[in-house]
């Protein structure tokens, strides 16, 4: 299995990371895979409003984990992917759901604050394009927009690690034009940054309209989003050992124990110990993907001395037992 990991905010940086570790070189601000990794590109764009942007349309000939790993430091990251699965690896995988259609796609806005994981089996094709952004960043592209100010609210309070929609057939047209751009390599540039634009405004308005829809209020100040912040850190910070109770919890973030619930609830969508068990199975699925733990070395990371309540938790997670990710039989 091929293990991609970094912490990257610069993608002309990731993009480097990826060819030293393909051993391979950037042409063109392109990484074509060598054959012994598979098909395919990974191209970088520098867009005319200081946005960065990755382009790929690559096939792996092995099983593959792409982890970003979380950081203090907040940058989002949009994603506009299509997966293509291979007939023979439509499986019980999380992060490839089995259905009868081998085109998977979605739309995904991720925030460095949480660790970020994507597998694809070996043989499997992903077109996409990814961007990298902060917040002063969006400040600037919606400014003069009278919905500006409601967005960057929005994503504050109700960002829970990821931000997800499935891509209707508009999308779809899009990254393909952006992917593939069937023009005149002089003209290809000017229409990558057209088709970009275009998804971005229809991204933003998506959401604008989902914020009507829903009468979307601001009621928490910063300072109870940061001290949630700080509650969030602290329940999975070490997942070997027993989370603090809610009165523990609620002093530290200096709220009374209902308002610490149901403030949590409302920006990172679950309930608190909800939230704390799917963040630890989150993480134990990640660790038995990698092949390097035993069954037992993950169950003890996360907390569990007793196995067979792993595995009955984990079956509960994911409908699966943690030894199926091994192959174990």
Same mark, same amino acid.
């Given at each position: 299995?091929?293990?991609?990991?970094?912490?990257?905010?610069?993608?002309?940086?990731?993009?480097?990371?990826?060819?030293?570790?393909?051993?391979?070189?950037?042409?063109?601000?392109?990484?074509?895979?060598?054959?012994?990794?598979?098909?395919?590109?990974?191209?970088?764009?520098?867009? @005319?409003?200081?946005? =960065?942007?990755?382009? @790929?349309?690559?096939?792996?000939?092995?099983?593959?984990?792409?982890?970003?790993?979380?950081?203090?430091?907040?940058?989002? @990251?949009?994603?506009?992917?299509?997966?293509?699965?291979?007939?023979?690896?439509?499986?019980?995988?999380?992060?490839?759901?089995?259905?009868?259609?081998?085109?998977? @796609?979605?739309?995904?806005?991720?925030?460095?604050?949480?660790?970020?994981?994507?597998?694809?089996?070996?043989?499997?094709?992903?077109?996409?394009?990814?961007?990298?952004?902060?917040?002063?960043?969006?400040?600037?592209?919606?400014?003069?927009?009278?919905?500006?100010?409601?967005?960057?609210?929005?994503?504050?309070?109700?960002?829970?690690?990821?931000?997800?929609?499935?891509?209707?057939?508009?999308?779809?047209?899009?990254?393909?034009?952006?992917?593939?751009?069937?023009?005149?390599?002089?003209?290809?540039?000017?229409?990558?940054?057209?088709?970009?634009?275009?998804?971005?405004?229809?991204?933003?308005?998506?959401?604008?309209?989902?914020?009507?829809?829903?009468?979307?209020?601001?009621?928490?100040?910063?300072?109870?989003?940061?001290?949630?912040?700080?509650?969030?850190?602290?329940?999975?910070?070490?997942?070997?050992?027993?989370?603090?109770?809610?009165?523990?919890?609620?002093?530290?973030?200096?709220?009374?124990?209902?308002?610490?619930?149901?403030?949590?609830?409302?920006?990172?969508?679950?309930?608190?110990? =909800?939230?704390?068990?799917? =963040?630890?199975?989150?993480?134990?699925?990640?660790?038995?993907?990698?092949?390097?733990?035993?069954?037992?070395?993950?169950?003890?990371?996360?907390?569990?001395?007793?196995?067979?309540?792993?595995?009955?938790?984990?079956?509960?997670?994911?409908?699966?037992?943690?030894?199926?990710?091994?192959?174990?039989?």
């Amino acid at each position: 299995m091929l293990k991609l990991e970094y912490d990257y905010t610069n993608y002309e940086e990731l993009l480097q990371y990826f060819a030293k570790t393909f051993h391979h070189t950037i042409i063109d601000n392109t990484l074509v895979f060598p054959p012994d990794i598979g098909t395919g590109y990974f191209k970088y764009i520098q867009l @005319s409003n200081g946005l =960065q942007g990755l382009i @790929s349309d690559y096939t792996i000939n092995q099983d593959t984990i792409f982890k970003r790993t979380k950081i203090e430091q907040e940058f989002f @990251s949009l994603r506009f992917d299509e997966v293509y699965i291979p007939e023979d690896d439509r499986s019980d995988t999380d992060e490839v759901p089995a259905e009868t259609n081998l085109i998977k @796609s979605a739309v995904l806005l991720g925030s460095t604050k949480f660790d970020w994981l994507f597998f694809t089996p070996k043989n499997t094709r992903v077109k996409g394009v990814d961007f990298m952004f902060n917040r002063q960043w969006l400040g600037e592209f919606l400014k003069g927009e009278t919905v500006g100010d409601l967005i960057r609210k929005y994503l504050s309070l109700k960002m829970s690690a990821f931000y997800y929609e499935p891509m209707d057939i508009e999308y779809k047209k899009i990254l393909s034009e952006i992917v593939n751009t069937g023009v005149d390599p002089s003209y290809e540039n000017l229409v990558i940054q057209n088709r970009v634009m275009l998804l971005l405004e229809r991204f933003f308005t998506r959401i604008h309209d989902k914020i009507s829809y829903i009468h979307f209020e601001v009621k928490m100040t910063p300072d109870d989003i940061m001290r949630l912040a700080k509650i969030e850190s602290e329940l999975v910070k070490d997942f070997s050992v027993e989370p603090l109770g809610i009165s523990k919890l609620a002093r530290m973030a200096a709220m009374s124990p209902s308002k610490l619930k149901n403030s949590f609830k409302e920006i990172y969508g679950l309930p608190v110990y =909800q939230y704390f068990q799917k =963040q630890r199975m989150n993480k134990a699925k990640a660790m038995l993907l990698s092949k390097k733990y035993t069954v037992r070395d993950v169950g003890v990371e996360v907390g569990f001395s007793n196995l067979s309540n792993f595995a009955k938790a984990f079956k509960k997670s994911f409908d699966q037992l943690p030894s199926d990710l091994l192959g174990d039989k």
